[in-house]
């Protein structure tokens, strides 16, 4: 495909993306019939339209319109480039601008420029203050893709020298211990011979960086309330070396699990009810939540939350600490994670908490801001108190 091909092809799948379908599905659908696209388009079509879709309302006011044309050009606007080297009307690609499209666009304002919904940049400033504004231009970035070392199999240094010996270039991540970005060929880690050994993991680094700061000790029963695909599972199971205990209330999100326990050599045992095996020393409690932090992967994410949902969500977080704190040991400890930036979802939910069981003490908080170092993440450890 030429490159005004690929940009007519993301602005038709943009239109269907605006109208309510889903990016990822859409992307795959289109790849599946554009059987004259090889991977190199499928994976620019695909930049092309998360660019597009982290950046919407910024490129919708420089292209004078909110459809996948109008964000197209916006796009090149943004880049200085000249739409009418794009919109040639030549075969595949986008029709020649009208005069209107011409003369249509204006330097986007405010939270227009930060591409964020007016109601959530007020919600961003609000929680993160003079960072609320570095937050949003780091989301409207590409994620970098970073790898946890996996501690059971290899360390940093040699993972990274097993992932070298196939192609893929790596350096370290202040972040955490674990973490590894790579600089030259992702595409290639998830077919080579160190994923497949089990040498490493695709997790973000702030992920990895949560487990760091939980207080495990050797021996420890611990359980991932919230596993989802186990991503902090695995990494704990890494850290302490024994059995780690996995739950999620949707089981049909563990599958892949037990796969990727065995790669990893980790020990992971799957509870369907928590309760039948508790006490724990520790329950990590990695939430549900908007995912404000990490909304460079979920491009569409922030312009489908609304305010309810943030309430919604608070309830469904609330709930989970609940029933967490009834299986920890007394004197144990409860951790409260997510990847999001907003106080709502954060603060506000552990200073309910703590208003609810007074037995509970709030020992550290950890913020992750999104950024080259990783998403945006929140972890607070929270002790319990033996009277
Ligand atoms: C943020 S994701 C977990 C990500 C995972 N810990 C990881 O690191 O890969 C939140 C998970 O909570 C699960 N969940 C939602 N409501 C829940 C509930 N009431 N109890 C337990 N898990 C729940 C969801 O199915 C989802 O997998």
Request: aromatic letters at 4%; charged letters at 25%; one cysteine or more.
């Amino acid at each position: 495909m030429t490159p005004a091909a690929r940009i007519q092809a993301a602005a038709e799948l943009l239109d269907t993306v605006l109208a309510g379908a889903r990016a990822e599905p859409a992307l795959t659908t289109w790849a599946r019939q554009a059987r004259y696209a090889g991977s190199g388009d499928r994976r620019a079509v695909r930049d092309l339209v998360y660019d597009a879709l982290r950046r919407r309302r910024s490129y919708a006011a420089l292209g004078g319109a909110e459809t996948g044309r109008g964000l197209m050009l916006g796009r090149l606007r943004a880049r200085g480039e000249d739409p009418d080297a794009v919109f040639t009307g030549d075969r595949h690609a986008p029709a020649p601008l009208d005069p209107a499209e011409r003369a249509a666009g204006r330097a986007p304002q405010g939270a227009e420029a930060l591409d964020l919904p007016d109601w959530l940049w007020d919600a961003f400033r609000q929680s993160l203050g003079d960072g609320a504004e570095a937050a949003a231009l780091a989301l409207r970035e590409r994620a970098p893709v970073h790898l946890r070392a996996n501690l059971l199999r290899a360390d940093r240094d040699a993972a990274a020298r097993a992932l070298a010996r196939e192609g893929v270039e790596t350096r370290p991540v202040a972040t955490a211990r674990t973490a590894l970005e790579v600089t030259a060929g992702a595409q290639k880690v998830a077919q080579g011979r160190a994923f497949a050994d089990g040498l490493v993991e695709l997790q973000d680094a702030a992920s990895q960086a949560v487990v760091e700061a939980l207080p495990l000790s050797p021996g420890d029963r611990v359980l991932d309330l919230c596993a989802g695909g186990g991503g902090k599972t695995l990494a704990i199971a890494a850290r302490l070396g024994g059995e780690v205990f996995a739950h999620d209330a949707h089981r049909r999100r563990l599958a892949d699990l037990p796969a990727r326990a065995r790669r990893a050599g980790a020990q992971v045992r799957i509870l369907d009810t928590p309760e039948a095996e508790a006490p724990f020393d520790l329950v990590l409690c990695d939430v549900p939540c908007s995912g404000s932090g990490a909304w460079r992967r979920d491009p569409d994410a922030r312009w489908r939350l609304t305010p309810k949902d943030l309430e919604d969500l608070a309830g469904t977080q609330d709930a989970i600490l609940d029933r967490a704190a009834a299986l920890v040991t007394p004197g144990g400890t409860l951790a409260y994670a997510t990847c999001s930036v907003l106080t709502c979802e954060n603060e506000d939910r552990i200073a309910a908490f703590l208003g609810r069981h007074p037995v509970w003490r709030a020992r550290r908080a950890h913020r992750w801001a999104p950024g080259n170092g990783g998403d945006g993440f929140f972890l607070t450890v929270l002790t319990h108190e033996i009277r």
